[in-house]
T-cell receptor, first 117, second 115 residues
Framework: AQSVTQLGSHVSVSEGALVLLRCNYS??????LFWYVQYPNQGLQLLLK??????LVKGINGFEAEFKKSETSFHLTKPSAHMSDAAEYFC???????????????FGTGTRLQVTL | NAGVMQNPRHLVRRRGQEARLRCSPM?????VYWYRQLPEEGLKFMVY????????ESGMPKERFSAEFPKEGPSILRIQQVVRGDSAAYFC?????????????FGDGTRLSIL
């Protein structure tokens, strides 16, 4: 069974400040991890993903995340927030073993990022 | 637009009516997933389909909900005899393959409101 916990349903930062959105996961097998962003009344857009290899992954719009197995974490960061980053962010996990059946994603409850002047 | 297309974007139904939600996957994608997002919650998996086959429906409610992905045409999520609790945003995603490292690409969703 898999699960995702996102600490902080709302995060507010000033424009230009560091963005840190937390994600912890639980998985019985090595996970594949994803961050998605959702703008109002839109679908989810993939920011970045971790499957194998380098544990620090870079995504679009200047975001990056680091997979830390020992901490079961996959926190999302961006050095300098921009007003256009205001949105809801979802962390998701899926199993790395291809069983030939479902590749369903298990999502966290989301973190709404507010960026202030 | 080569992305995942969902229609309608908004759907209003009265209790007891049927709701049909459509999803056309990205070009070349043969794997479709449906998720439901309740207010202030994350997305919950409902069903995973390939062409003409339901692969995993472990997230589907046992009654009133069904899904199909015919050989020709879009995938359909059908909700019979809708109730207020069905009000939610329903998202469709597609992927090129069923391997778990293939990213799922999402449509803009259908917002279902039950009067």
């Amino acid at each position: 069974a898999q699960s995702v916990t996102q600490l902080g349903s709302h995060v507010s930062v000033s424009e230009g400040a560091l963005v840190l959105l937390r994600c912890n996961y639980s998985s019985s097998v090595p996970p594949y991890l994803f961050w998605y962003v959702q703008y109002p009344n839109q679908g989810l857009q993939l920011l970045l993903k971790y499957t194998t290899g380098a544990t620090l992954v870079k995504g679009i719009n200047g975001f990056e995340a680091e997979f830390k197995k020992s901490e079961t974490s996959f926190h999302l960061t961006k050095p300098s927030a921009h007003m256009s980053d205001a949105a809801e962010y979802f962390c998701a996990v899926t199993e790395s073993i291809n069983t030939g059946t479902a590749s369903k994603l298990t999502f966290g409850t989301g973190t709404r990022l507010q960026v202030t002047l | 637009n080569a992305g995942v297309m969902q229609n309608p974007r908004h759907l209003v139904r009265r209790r007891g009516q049927e709701a049909r939600l459509r999803c056309s996957p990205m070009k070349g994608h043969s794997h479709v997933y449906w998720y439901r997002q309740l207010p202030e919650e994350g997305l919950k998996f409902m069903v995973y389909l390939q062409k003409e086959n339901i692969i995993d429906e472990s997230g589907m409610p046992k009654e009133r909900f069904s899904a199909e992905f015919p050989k020709e045409g879009p995938s359909i999520l059908r909700i019979q005899q809708v109730v207020r609790g069905d009000s939610a945003a329903y998202f469709c995603a597609s992927s090129l393959q069923g391997n778990t490292n293939q990213p799922q690409h999402f449509g803009d969703g259908t917002r279902l409101s039950i009067l």
